[in-house]
Nanobody, 127 residues
Framework: QVQLVESGGGLVQAGGSLRLSCEAS????????MGWFRQAPGKEREFVAA????????LYADSVKGRFTISRDNAKNTVFLQMNSLKPEDTALYFC????????????????????WGQGTQVTVSS
């Protein structure tokens, strides 16, 4: 059974930064793309970023492009999300997820491409 455990969320002022981490266990981490999604109160869960199994290529939602960076350390079975220039609209519960495939493409923006999810870590950005 795959387990994903997120950490690093918290309360930060607008313009600040946070770094989320997600540690995976239960299967070969390096054989799967990884992603981050988020869900704000009263809204549907939305794609944030995804990274290939090798870490060479990443895909971002337009709303976070240039501010967020996804990365991974396969030796530590961990994926990260560095979030800079945070805005109040970034406030959400952030989920780490493991992809069904190695690669990342436009399909990676959809939840159906992922088969395991963490419990989420809360990010709150105050204005």
């Amino acid at each position: 059974q795959v387990q994903l455990v997120e950490s690093g969320g918290g309360l930060v002022q607008a313009g600040g930064s946070l770094r989320l981490s997600c540690e995976a266990s239960g299967r070969t981490f390096g054989n799967h793309a990884m992603g981050w999604f988020r869900q704000a109160p009263g809204k549907e869960r939305e794609f944030v970023a995804a990274i290939t199994y090798s870490g060479v290529y990443a895909l971002y939602a337009d709303s976070v492009k240039g501010r967020f960076t996804i990365s991974r350390d396969n030796a530590k079975n961990t994926v990260f999300l560095q979030m800079n220039s945070l805005k109040p609209e970034d406030t959400a519960l952030y989920f780490c997820t493991a992809g069904k495939r190695l690669i990342v493409d436009t399909r990676s923006k959809y939840e159906e491409e992922y088969d395991h999810w963490g419990q989420g870590t809360q990010v709150t950005v105050s204005s």
